[in-house]
């Protein structure tokens, strides 16, 4: 039983590293210029549940920057939240050999 949840603690974690560089090699490969949130949900086909998790441990590890942004004029809603690769994002994907 412990060892079962073990396993399955881990086949999280490997998940949540999946969707993770997934995020991130969507950044690095489609704008090397900040993107929105919902854009960068719409590129990876990740849904925004679990894609918020995943970015907002990006951000703890220090992986990505998240910025806080008003709209253009005209446009309407909340304020945009731009996403970018930090350089030790770049370089965790340049080490693991992921070619964007």
Do not use: C, W
């Amino acid at each position: 039983m412990i060892l079962q949840q073990q396993i399955d603690r881990n086949d999280d974690e490997i998940s949540d590293n999946k969707a993770m560089l997934k995020l991130m090699v969507t950044l690095y490969k489609y704008h090397p210029h900040p993107i929105p949130t919902n854009k960068l949900y719409e590129l990876a086909n990740s849904s925004n549940n679990y894609g918020g998790i995943v970015l907002s441990k990006a951000v703890q590890m220090g992986f990505v920057v998240r910025k806080r942004v008003q709209k253009p004029p005209g446009e309407r809603g909340n304020d945009m939240i731009l996403n970018s690769l930090t350089t030790k994002g770049k370089e965790l994907l340049e080490e693991l050999g992921i070619n964007a």
